[in-house]
């Protein structure tokens, strides 16, 4: 069975960093890419950053909001990702859910993410 | 703003067919694949749809999509109480380098 659990969230005080871990079981992570998503309290998913596995490993996208400030990183060895977050600020206060992201055989234009974590709360506030 | 525009709500009896819109551009739905996903309150979300048309092991054929040049729908039929939640449909943007998402569509069940 497929599990994702994330884990670090909590309070952060603006400007502070936090670092989310995503352990992962049921699965070869080095065989799967990995993304972070969030959402803010009563809003939509926002996707933040995936983290590339086999054939390109440790290669990396992030979505523009968070480009430069968040850091995603992957230990296929220990089967866990994580999302490094620097420069904290009160809109960054979210659930943050880790993905697995879906394999397709579709040659290029399919990013889907078939299995999710439970999420973690983060709050940013002094 | 979304990127991809889904309509905020939509509500139908249940038993009935109910569906949900995204429209986007040719540099995400219109290039690209296009993915659902289901949000019971409270709950993570879940694939429904993914390369726009198919459904993971375990999701019910009331469930079905299609994509048309740079706009996707869901479809729900005999539609139970359990649906109840928010949709979000899901695309690659070449030009942003980006996932998006819609803004979401919360269904109602009558």
């Known amino acids: 069975e497929v599990q994702l659990v994330e884990s670090g969230g909590g309070l952060a005080q603006p400007g502070r960093s936090l670092r989310l871990s995503c352990s992962t079981s049921g699965f070869i992570l080095n065989d799967y890419n990995m993304g972070w998503f969030r959402q803010a309290p009563g809003k939509g998913l926002e996707w933040l950053a995936f983290v590339r596995g086999r054939p390109y490993p440790g290669t990396t996208e992030y979505a523009p909001s968070v480009r430069g400030r968040f850091i995603i990183s992957r230990d296929d060895s220990n089967s866990i990702a994580y999302l490094q977050m620097n420069s904290l600020k009160p809109e960054d206060t979210a659930v943050y859910f880790c993905a697995r992201r879906g394999h397709s055989t579709m040659p290029r234009g399919s990013v889907y993410f078939d299995s999710w974590g439970q999420g973690t709360l983060v709050t940013v506030s002094s | 703003q979304p990127v991809l525009t889904q309509p905020p709500s939509v509500s139908a009896a249940p038993g009935q067919r109910v569906t949900i819109s995204c429209s986007g551009s040719?540099?995400?739905?219109?290039?690209?694949?296009v993915s659902w996903y289901q949000q019971i309150p409270g709950t993570v979300p879940k694939l429904l749809i993914y390369?726009?048309?198919k459904r993971p092991s375990g999701i019910p054929d009331r469930f079905s999509a299609s994509k048309s040049d740079t706009s996707a729908t869901l479809d729900i039929t005999g539609l139970q109480t359990g649906d109840e939640a928010d949709y979000y449909c899901?695309?690659?943007?070449?030009?942003?380098?980006?996932?998006?998402f819609g803004g979401g569509t919360k269904l109602t069940v009558l």
């Open positions: 040719s540099s995400n739905i219109g290039n690209n694949f």
């Open positions: 390369d726009n048309d």
């Open positions: 899901g695309s690659w943007d070449d030009s942003l380098s980006a996932v998006e």
